[in-house]
């Protein structure tokens, strides 16, 4: 199915763009064109920026119980078009069906309930006696986010901004744009504000870079790469905007010497498979005590045969990498690991056999590799593994922090204690233990150059609200 979509869609209407440079959408595991977008101009986002503008005065004093019934209403539509999401992801992002599913269309899903939970608790006013606090729309906020999770990282910025009462303007990744004109057509049925919410699809040198400099914009909320990140934070210190950064990550699976070999090597493994290995808090650095050596390496072999690579909507565990840029950049990687002299456990570079259409990778796993190695060092954003053993907890911890990220890590073992010293120690914004749930309400963000600030749940709608303090306020 060709999907053209070549309107953004601006103060509540679906507009031509000022513009007639279009760009062509890839399916990564067929490689062939699914459908074009356009690339907005300056000039479509200095409309997007007006509309958002002018719909700040009455969207920003909405009554918290109409946003919670709006975000209600959005996690059902959403609900309502599931089986389209689904296939979006999968033809755009090449994320095997089931986790289209799982992952991708519930982590949404959660997005939306989940601020209408964190909302209905949330306090805008606070008496503290000599003075009293208020919370208050930041204003407009423009959201840049990238191709890896095309409905999280939408969902859980436009919630929270929604639950502020902040109006935006959102420029998806342009390799999957598709996901987020779902998301446009879900809040038009529902009724969001008109300007409310705004979509201008186009390049990061000009939509990305225009709302990281546009004077009209409050706050930028962006996720993706550090470089991008770094060029955001630099156009923004031109008009003093405030900045929110979810950067990479290169974080450490700690096992103790007390866990179920299995168990931890399948845990271990599951962090290269899923997303094919294309996610920020992806663990890609695995601690094994020296003493587990042999016998953990030979469990993740066994282990990464239950996740075979191939087509996406044949239910495999393992698809393509999203682009032939990022493949590139992946196989790269791969053969600095052999350079620099790590043992090839598994995998390679190279396409896997029979798999010659489409930017397929062999799931990877490096041993015996020094965490100064470049393939320890730098986020890969593949399934690539590093092996790294240690001696005793406290090295462990050491090489876990011995890295310029800090988003997560993961410790696997079972003495309580030292699950605790481990857990407290790593330097990052989320730590799992053993095979802990997920939760919604937790806030998620990075330490180091992972990072600046917080998403998810109440911590996410602090960062579309300014703070006032009111002296001698009438009670
Ligand atoms: P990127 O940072 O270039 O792109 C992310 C978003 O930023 C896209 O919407 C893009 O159009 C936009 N953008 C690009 N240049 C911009 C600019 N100058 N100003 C404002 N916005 C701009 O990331 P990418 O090219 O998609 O991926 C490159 C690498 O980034 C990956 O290999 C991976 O290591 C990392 N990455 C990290 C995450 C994450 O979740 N932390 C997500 C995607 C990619």
């Known amino acids: 199915?060709?999907?053209?979509?070549?309107?953004?869609?601006?103060?509540?209407?679906?507009?031509?763009?000022?513009?007639?440079?279009?760009?062509?959408?890839?399916?990564?595991?067929?490689?062939?064109?699914?459908?074009?977008?356009?690339?907005?101009?300056?000039?479509?986002?200095?409309?997007?920026?007006?509309?958002?503008?002018?719909?700040?005065?009455?969207?920003?004093?909405?009554?918290?119980?109409?946003?919670?019934?709006?975000?209600?209403?959005?996690?059902?539509?959403?609900?309502?078009?599931?089986?389209?999401?689904?296939?979006?992801?999968?033809?755009?992002?090449?994320?095997?069906?089931?986790?289209?599913?799982?992952?991708?269309?519930?982590?949404?899903?959660?997005?939306?309930?989940?601020?209408?939970?964190?909302?209905?608790?949330?306090?805008?006013?606070?008496?503290?006696?000599?003075?009293?606090?208020?919370?208050?729309?930041?204003?407009?906020?423009?959201?840049?986010?990238?191709?890896?999770?095309?409905?999280?990282?939408?969902?859980?910025?436009?919630?929270?901004?929604?639950?502020?009462?902040?109006?935006?303007?959102?420029?998806?990744?342009?390799?999957?744009?598709?996901?987020?004109?779902?998301?446009?057509?879900?809040?038009d049925k529902v009724g969001v504000p008109k300007g409310a919410f705004n979509l201008v699809n186009g390049s990061g040198s000009v939509i990305g870079d225009g709302i990281s400099s546009h004077p009209g914009i409050d706050f930028v909320s962006f996720t993706g790469s550090g470089a991008t990140g770094e060029k955001i934070m630099k156009n923004a210190s031109e008009t003093i905007k405030k900045v929110a950064l979810e950067l990479g990550g290169k974080s450490p699976l700690v096992i103790l010497d007390d866990a179920n070999v299995e168990d931890a090597a399948k845990a271990a493994v599951s962090h290269i498979a899923t997303n094919s290995g294309?996610?920020?808090?992806?663990?890609?650095?695995?601690?094994?005590?020296?003493?587990?050596?042999?016998?953990?390496?030979?469990?993740?072999?066994?282990?990464?045969?239950?996740?075979?690579?191939?087509?996406?909507?044949?239910?495999?565990?393992?698809?393509?990498?999203?682009?032939?840029?990022?493949?590139?950049?992946?196989?790269?990687?791969?053969?600095?690991?052999?350079?620099?002299?790590?043992?090839?456990?598994?995998?390679?570079?190279?396409?896997?056999?029979?798999?010659?259409?489409?930017?397929?990778?062999?799931?990877?796993?490096?041993?015996?590799v020094d965490n100064q190695m470049v393939i320890a060092q730098e986020e890969i954003f593949g399934p690539v593994m590093t092996v790294i053993t240690y001696d005793t907890v406290e090295e462990a911890i050491q090489i876990s922090n011995d890295t310029i990220y800090g988003l997560a890590g993961y410790v696997y073992g079972k003495d309580p204690e030292t699950l605790r010293k481990v857990a407290s120690s790593i330097r990052a914004g989320r730590v799992k233990v053993n095979d802990a749930e997920a939760d919604f309400s937790s806030p998620f963000g990075g330490f180091k150059q992972s990072g600046i600030g917080r998403e998810w749940g109440d911590f996410g709608i602090e960062e579309y609200l300014e703070v006032k303090t009111i002296l001698g306020y009438p009670s």
């Open 1 to 187: 199915m060709m999907r053209n979509y070549l309107k953004h869609y601006i103060n509540g209407e679906w507009v031509d763009s000022t513009g007639s440079e279009t760009e062509v959408v890839v399916n990564p595991a067929t490689e062939e064109v699914i459908g074009n977008i356009s690339l907005g101009t300056k000039e479509d986002l200095d409309k997007a920026v007006q509309a958002a503008r002018d719909a700040f005065p009455a969207f920003s004093q909405t009554t918290k119980e109409e946003r919670v019934e709006m975000l209600e209403n959005i996690a059902k539509e959403y609900e309502n078009r599931k089986d389209e999401i689904i296939e979006t992801i999968t033809d755009e992002l090449g994320s095997p069906l089931e986790i289209s599913e799982k992952v991708h269309f519930m982590m949404g899903y959660n997005h939306f309930s989940q601020a209408a939970e964190s909302l209905k608790k949330f306090s805008f006013t606070e008496d503290h006696g000599g003075h009293t606090r208020v919370k208050e729309s930041i204003g407009v906020s423009g959201l840049i986010t990238p191709w890896n999770f095309p409905t999280n990282q939408t969902s859980t910025k436009i919630a929270s901004a929604f639950a502020a009462g902040s109006p935006v303007i959102l420029k998806p990744a342009e390799q999957t744009p598709f996901a987020a004109i779902i998301l446009a057509e879900i809040f």
């Open 278 to 368: 294309q996610v920020c808090s992806a663990a890609t650095r695995t601690l094994i005590p020296s003493s587990m050596k042999e016998e953990f390496e030979q469990a993740m072999k066994k282990a990464l045969e239950d996740f075979p690579v191939g087509d996406p909507r044949e239910g495999n565990y393992v698809g393509p990498l999203v682009s032939k840029k990022q493949w590139d950049t992946v196989q790269s990687y791969i053969e600095k690991g052999m350079e620099e002299g790590a043992t090839l456990l598994v995998g390679g570079s190279g396409k896997p056999e029979g798999l010659d259409l489409g930017y397929y990778t062999k799931p990877t796993i490096f041993t015996d």
